[in-house]
C-alpha cells in the first residue's frame, strides 16, 4: 500500500472515530446516533466520483425486492477484496482504503463504547468486556431504485450494530432517510397492516455525507418509506457488525 493510500485510509478513520466520539447518543426509541460529515469533505468528493457502474452490484434478495416489471430495487456491492476485485483499479484502490478504515478495530472501538448500554445489556457483560464480544465489520454499497421499501423491523440477531451512511450528492432526496418506529400497544384494528402496529418515532434526513448507527436489539424497529419512482438511485454505504464471520455479504 503505497503512502497516499495509507494516509487515505487512515485520515478516513481518524476522522469518523472523532465525529462519532463526539456526537450525542440518543435514546429514544432506542440508543442510537445520528452523525454529520461523516468523511472528511475532499474524501466524500472521491465518494461521490468513484461510485461503481451499477453493473458491478449484485441483486439483494429478489424475492422481497423486485418491482412488477421485473427490476431489483435492492443492489449490493461488498467491500471485500474479492467483491471489489473486478473494478478499474482506481476505484478498487480507493474502496479498499475505505474498507480498510471501516473494519479498523479502532472504529469497532468507537462504535461499541457509544453504544455500550444497549450492548452491555444484550451480552451482559461489564463496559471492560465489550471488546471481548465477537464482531465482523463487514461494509457494503448499497443502491436503492425506484419502488423500493422495507417494512419495520429490528435485524436479525446475527446483527450487533447497523450503520448506513447517506451519498447523495444534494438534498433534493432529503425526504428519503431511514424512519424509526416503536411498536404500538396490541389493538385488533392495527392488524390490518403491518405498519398500524408502529408509531414513526423520526425519520433521518437523506443528507449528504451523514449517517446513523444503531445497537440491535428487541426495540430497534427502522424501516423506509417507498423510493419514489422518480427519485432515481438512493446511495448509500452500509457497515454492519455482524456476530458471526460466515455471516453478512
Known amino acids: 500500500m503505497t503512502t497516499m493510500q495509507q494516509s487515505t485510509s487512515a485520515a478516513v478513520l481518524e476522522h469518523l472515530c472523532n465525529v462519532i466520539e463526539a456526537v450525542e447518543i440518543c435514546s429514544w426509541p432506542y440508543a442510537h446516533f445520528y452523525l454529520e460529515k461523516v468523511f472528511p469533505d475532499a474524501v466524500f468528493q472521491k465518494v461521490l466520483e468513484l461510485l ?28 471485500s477484496a474479492p467483491a471489489l476485485a473486478g473494478l478499474p483499479e482506481v476505484q478498487r484502490s480507493f474502496w479498499g482504503e475505505i474498507a480498510d478504515a471501516l473494519t479498523a478495530p479502532q472504529l469497532r472501538e468507537v462504535v461499541f ?8 445489556r444484550r451480552f451482559r457483560v461489564p463496559a471492560e468486556r465489550l471488546a471481548s464480544v465477537p464482531a465482523y465489520p ?3 454499497l448499497v443502491k436503492d431504485l ?26 433534493s432526496k432529503v ?3 431511514t424512519t424509526f418506529y416503536r411498536q404500538r400497544l396490541f389493538r385488533l384494528k392495527n392488524l390490518v397492516s403491518l405498519r398500524n402496529r408502529f408509531e ?5 434526513s437523506f443528507a449528504p455525507n451523514s449517517g446513523y448507527g444503531f445497537a440491535v436489539g428487541p426495540r430497534s424497529w427502522h424501516g423506509g418509506e417507498t423510493v419514489p419512482m422518480v427519485s ?14 460466515g455471516k453478512g455479504w
Open 138 to 140: 463487514k461494509p457494503a
Open 52 to 79: 461503481p457502474d451499477a453493473s458491478a452490484y449484485g441483486a439483494d434478495n429478489p424475492r422481497i425486492h423486485t418491482r412488477g416489471d421485473g427490476l431489483v430495487t435492492r443492489n449490493i456491492l461488498s467491500l
Open 113 to 120: 463504547a457509544k453504544l455500550s448500554k444497549d450492548l452491555r
Open 200 to 204: 414513526t418515532i423520526k425519520q433521518f
Open 146 to 171: 425506484g419502488g423500493y421499501e422495507i417494512a419495520p423491523h429490528r435485524d436479525t440477531r446475527s446483527e450487533i450494530v447497523t450503520m448506513q451512511f447517506y451519498l447523495p450528492a444534494d438534498l
Open 175 to 177: 425526504d428519503l432517510g
Open 232 to 245: 432515481g438511485e438512493r446511495n448509500s454505504l452500509m457497515l454492519i457488525y455482524y456476530a458471526k464471520p
